[in-house]
T-cell receptor
Framework: TQLLEQSPQFLSIQEGENLTVYCNSS?????LQWYRQEPGEGPVLLVT???GGEVKKLKRLTFQFGDARKDSSLHITAAQPGDTGLYLC??????????WGAGTKLIIKP | EAQVTQNPRYLITVTGKKLTVTCSQN?????MSWYRQDPGLGLRQIYY???????DKGDVPEGYKVSRKEKRNFPLILESPSPNQTSLYFC???FGQGSTQYFGPGTRLTVL
């Protein structure tokens, strides 16, 4: 069974704090996608990382793909209430199958 | 506006009463899929379609049917719903299986 383990499952922090969400697998991915899902809506793509070691920034969000392309992290600097949501990672195998993590529910308290 | 639409958004039904959830996309995507989302389990793929008239089982296909007669539409059919199919359902489309997925707004289904 191919797994993509996401941690933590739940995180509640104060506005202004930093946080990191992790996606880990024993499988190698050709690319890894990060999505954010807000209540009552479907997931929306934030970023796709493709190259081992790649770092992408989206304002206060920093995404990193592991050197071996088996893991990824999402770091949020100075979290704001607008960052609240469910964060999902999805790894694409070479056969194009997408494997989804279970998600990290993030709550940023004002 | 490029979008994936699903109907209905909310549905409460009873065990055994056949239902269909519609899904339509206007982005000319070849790949479409259905997911269910349950707390702690993330997104699990039910069925997918690589193109018109081509459908295949995902990870949790039992109790569901799909059809792809047209490129833009991909309905999900529950012939005899059961309470364990109570869930949040998402339709998604993309250019390819591993490409960016564009999700619909979701259908919250309750089977009593």
């Amino acid at each position: 069974t191919q797994l993509l383990e996401q941690s933590p499952q739940f995180l509640s922090i104060q506005e202004g704090e930093n946080l990191t969400v992790y996606c880990n697998s024993s499988s190698v991915f050709s690319s890894l996608q990060w999505y954010r899902q807000e209540p009552g809506e479907g997931p929306v793509l934030l970023v796709t990382v493709v190259t081992g070691g790649e770092v992408k920034k989206l304002k206060r969000l920093t995404f990193q793909f592991g050197d071996a392309r088996k893991d990824s992290s999402l770091h949020i600097t100075a979290a704001q209430p607008g960052d609240t949501g469910l964060y999902l990672c999805a790894g694409a195998h070479s056969n194009y199958q997408l494997i989804w993590g279970a998600g990290t529910k993030l709550i940023i308290k004002p | 506006e490029a979008q994936v639409t699903q109907n209905p958004r909310y549905l409460i039904t009873v065990t055994g009463k056949k239902l269909t959830v519609t899904c339509s996309q206007n982005m000319n995507h070849e790949y479409m899929s259905w997911y269910r989302q349950d707390p702690g389990l993330g997104l699990r793929q039910i069925y997918y379609s690589m193109n018109v008239e081509v459908t295949d089982k995902g990870d949790v296909p039992e109790g569901y049917k799909v059809s792809r007669k047209e490129k833009r539409n991909f309905p999900l059919i529950l012939e005899s719903p059961s309470p364990n199919q109570t869930s949040l359902y998402f339709c998604a489309s993309s250019f390819g299986q591993g490409s960016t997925q564009y999700f619909g707004p979701g259908t919250r289904l309750t089977v009593l």
